[in-house]
């Protein structure tokens, strides 16, 4: 049985790795779990895939089928496992910095993947494979490969009988997926309240306000320093600046390069209270956000703090909040309030307009709004208002 752990290392950021029940690494996919590091994946990205491919390796491995004996008839098996047999991936439990998951009996735990996941899920282990012959580790994947063409996404938006198709290669074993228009998962204002008052302590807070207020990535909070504000720059409004200062953590990299977001003084003036009254200082630490006590006390606060203070909250308070969430409900709140999607865009540094364009689509509650309008103005006779 395999699993995910995670390794610490003195001055550098930590690596997931795969061992076996003894705490052996398993030797092909440290090459991977290496490759991924030097690709400069973010942590959460690299588990991801990692976790995806301990639950192949202990698929292969309760069937007694080597590594390197696996066929595309093989890889066709798993997929009918994860849409029929489809096993929830283990749930970790972090302690002493050792991720150890439960046992999982695939026959106590039936249920259903999306077409998506299987996909991804597929794509995590294509890549290992794709890694290994990099490494000439491996003479052939497994993954059947089939000649196709794909449009060009550079018109997606309009004109789509111009699009150039290209070759490319497409995996004969992808799953189709049927197409739901999912809304945009967003927090609205008493649940942001109620899990605000939740948070303990002046750190915590300033936290959420800085994601709620400006929908940052959480990489992207850590990577503050304490000088990257700029009170007063437009009356009322300052600058938090996002600096690139070619981080070697992933975790704290800029995935999309630097850039200003105005924000409130009242936002920047709480940061300086933080700063002046309740960071701990430790002399050649300059990133804002700090642990508070405990033997890291001063140091760079990390991800998993983060993360960990939210699901602390959450589970105070009976709302389910992650850092994330916090970026798609300023997102939403923006294009409700009637901003463009060139700002939103520009504002919370997406790479794409295609992945702003998610916001584009009204979500149940403001289709519910609008249609409460228009039976209101119904029955007033003044239909052309709403």
């Not at 197409?179 to 750190?203: A, K």
Request: proline share 3%.
């Amino acid at each position: 049985m395999y699993k995910l752990v995670t390794a610490s290392y003195d001055n550098e950021p930590d690596q997931y790795l795969i061992v076996d029940d003894n705490y052996e690494i398993h030797e092909k996919t440290l090459y991977f779990s290496n490759w991924l590091r030097s690709k400069g994946y973010a942590l959460n990205i690299q588990s991801g895939y990692l976790r995806d491919l301990t639950i192949y390796l202990n698929y292969i491995d309760e069937r007694d089928i080597n590594l390197e004996e696996v066929t595309p008839l093989h890889i066709t098996g798993y997929v009918s496992f994860l849409r029929g047999l489809a096993v929830t991936a283990p749930k970790a439990e972090k302690k002493d910095k050792i991720l150890k998951f439960k046992g999982v009996d695939e026959n106590d735990q039936r249920t259903t993947r999306e077409g998506t996941t299987i996909n991804r899920m597929l794509a995590s282990v294509s890549s290992f494979y794709k890694c290994l012959e990099v490494c000439e580790m491996t003479e052939k994947s497994p993954f059947v490969m089939l000649d196709g063409v794909r449009p060009n996404g550079i018109y997606k938006a309009f004109l789509s009988y111009t699009k150039n198709r290209v070759n490319t290669a497409k995996s004969y074993h992808k799953v189709k997926d049927k197409y739901i228009n999912r809304s945009i998962e967003r927090l609205f204002s008493d649940e942001i309240e109620t899990f605000y008052q939740g948070l303990v302590g002046l750190r915590n807070q300033l936290i959420f306000d800085i994601l709620y207020g400006t929908g940052m990535r959480i990489g992207e909070l850590q990577s503050l320093y304490v000088s990257d504000y700029t009170i007063g720059w437009r009356g009322e409004f300052g600058l938090i600046h996002l600096v690139d200062r070619d981080e070697t953590d992933p975790s704290r990299m800029l995935k999309t390069g630097p850039r200003d977001i105005p924000v409130t003084n009242e936002l920047l003036f709480k940061i300086e209270e933080y700063i002046t009254e309740v960071r701990p200082y430790i002399e050649g630490v300059d990133y804002l956000f700090v642990a508070e006590s405990g033997i890291t006390k001063g140091k760079a606060l990390s991800r998993s703090s983060i993360e960990k203070l939210f699901k602390t909250c959450s589970e105070k308070t009976d709302i389910r909040c992650h850092p994330h969430l916090l970026r798609h409900t300023h997102c939403t709140e923006l294009k409700e309030a009637g901003f463009d999607l060139l700002h939103i865009g520009t504002r919370v540094g997406h790479k794409s307009m295609y992945t702003t364009q998610k916001y584009s689509h009204p979500s149940l509650v403001s289709q519910a709004e609008t249609y409460m309008r228009f039976e209101k103005n119904r029955e007033k006779g003044r239909i052309n208002e709403c």
